[in-house]
């Protein structure tokens, strides 16, 4: 039998060899390319609809400066919510809308966003490499330039849709539910209804549901959302502790939330009932919370509230109801346990001298393809002169901070509000953890004089990503052997269910 091959087989077949070869789509230490060639009606009808979700068929291109790729019919719309009537727009396209299944670089959707509000243009892309530096769950993002049908629409930071694909990068098990929560997801419980949840309507200007499953979505079950917001309704109590401690990854929400306040994101859960994902992870059977569209942070304000001083222990928005984080936050361990992240995350995570070389590295990758970008001027009138000094000065209106300035005085300002009258406390209370000795080689000894109940001592490093966990008898000295722990300072924080208490330990 003579054998058929389809022409349009053969090019899927052939690009997605090709594809596995070149592993560039996110590879954020160079600047590549994206062309769209999309018929000139279908371009003017997308400009002229921009709540419509509808994708329009189109040509993509990407070039990674070494290599080129093309994909015919891909899908083509706008994304965003008031973005949508900016003129520098932001986009999303879709690899498998029209071909079912296609997969490129092993994703099926990706997002272009413009930062047209951002004069640096990097704030978003920085805010999420933090984000992993801090040992959270990783979305790949770098920068591109765009062009549609061969006009340059300007530099983009293109980032990965965040959905089945993305899971089983970041998770053992993508199996999971996964609701995208858009203002106001409150998490304010409203009966055992699920159906009351899924009514609920976004204030975005394409609407959609509040709680937006994106995964298993023929299921369509919020059961164990439900359960966690149930949860959140009731009193603070050591039941409370219980619960949460079983449905939420209560380490993961509060290093999640000292991320949002070291780096001035207010447009999130704790301050704006806005832009987080939650994750019912199956591996461990307890939800992760995950920031989302971090673009208004570091410094920029609408409210006119300084967030570089922003009192960091007590960020919370006590205006409206959220009990996720009021009620954890009135926790005494959860509370101590959430500044002991925070201390962390401002030694480390944002330390300008961590920070501003990745900055300088960025600006200078960019910095040609700002210069060309018009559309960047469009909305603000930003000139090059704008982008440039926007790295080191305010240029006021909603720019309140040159993006470096942001962080030496929210660094400074965390740390002063954390060790008041210049002491080394966190505001945690160490006293009853004794460590020795201190430098240590594989072994310390912990004496627990003031705790009456079996605990647990868990060990972090230096950017809180948990390393060892010890069940502790009460009123005795136990040995600890560390020796499988790398060379460097840790911290020790021990947890009875109520209070905590922490020291630091010098590794040799």
């Not at 959707?109 to 959270?136: C, Q, S, V």
């Not at 960091?312 to 996720?324: D, G, K, T, Y």
């Not at 060990?459 to 060379?487: H, Y």
Request: glycine share 6%; aromatic share 14%; proline share 4%.
């Amino acid at each position: 039998m003579k054998k058929v091959i389809f022409p349009g087989i053969l090019i899927s077949l052939l690009s997605v060899f090709t594809f596995a070869q070149n592993n560039t789509l996110f590879d954020d230490t160079r600047l590549s390319s994206i062309y769209v060639t999309i018929p000139a009606d279908s371009l003017e009808v997308i400009y002229d609809s921009v709540l419509s979700d509808h994708y329009y068929m189109a040509r993509f291109i990407f070039d990674d400066t070494q290599h080129r790729d093309t994909l015919e019919n891909i899908g083509f719309r706008l994304r965003g919510n008031t973005s949508r009537y900016s003129q520098k727009k932001s986009f999303k396209i879709s690899f498998n809308e029209y071909v079912p299944g296609r997969k490129y670089q092993g994703v099926k959707k990706i997002n272009l966003n413009g930062e047209h509000n951002d004069p640096t243009l990097i704030r978003e892309k920085l805010f999420y490499d933090l984000w992993k530096k801090a040992g959270m769950v990783e979305r790949r993002t770098c920068f591109v330039k765009v062009f549609i049908n061969q006009t340059y629409y300007g530099l983009y930071t293109n980032l990965e849709e965040m959905e089945k694909e993305w899971l089983s990068l970041v998770y053992p098990d993508n199996g999971g539910n996964l609701y995208k929560c858009t203002y106001p997801a409150d998490l304010v419980y409203l009966g055992n209804d699920q159906q009351v949840y899924k009514d609920l309507e976004n204030s975005s200007v394409t609407g959609g549901r509040v709680y937006d499953l994106q995964t298993n979505k023929s299921e369509d079950d919020y059961t164990r959302l439900v359960e966690l917001i149930a949860v959140l309704d009731q009193p603070v109590d050591s039941q409370f502790v219980t619960e949460i401690s079983g449905i939420l990854n209560t380490d993961h929400y509060l290093k999640s939330l000292a991320m949002d306040v070291a780096t001035g994101n207010w447009d999130d859960y704790g301050y704006n009932k806005n832009n987080y994902y939650l994750y019912d992870n199956p591996y461990n059977g307890r939800f992760d919370i995950i920031a989302y569209d971090p673009d208004n942070t570091f410094g920029i304000d609408w409210f006119n509230i300084d967030w570089g001083i922003r009192d960091c222990r007590n960020w919370i928005n006590h205006n409206i109801e959220l009990p996720l984080a009021q009620k954890m936050m009135a926790v005494p361990g959860f509370f101590s346990r959430y500044k002991l992240f925070l201390d962390t995350i401002a030694n480390t995570v944002i330390h300008p001298d961590s920070v501003f070389p990745r900055i300088d590295a960025m600006k200078q990758l960019i910095q040609h393809a700002a210069e060309a970008d018009t559309y960047r001027t469009l909305d603000y009138g930003y000139t090059i002169a704008d982008f440039n000094d926007s790295y080191t000065e305010a240029l006021g209106a909603h720019v309140k901070y040159g993006l470096k300035p942001f962080f030496s005085v929210r660094r400074t300002s965390i740390l002063q509000q954390l060790h008041p009258a210049g002491t080394d406390d966190p505001g945690i209370k160490p006293e009853g953890l004794t460590i020795s000795p201190n430098p240590a080689g594989d072994f310390i000894r912990i004496t627990l004089p003031q705790i009456q109940n079996h605990c647990y001592l868990t060990i972090f490093d230096n950017v809180g990503k948990q390393k060892k966990s010890f069940m502790m008898d009460p009123l005795t000295e136990q040995t600890l052997f560390i020796g499988d722990l790398e060379k460097g300072f840790y911290y020790l924080l021990l947890f009875d269910g109520n209070t905590n208490r922490a020291g630091k330990l010098l590794k040799m």
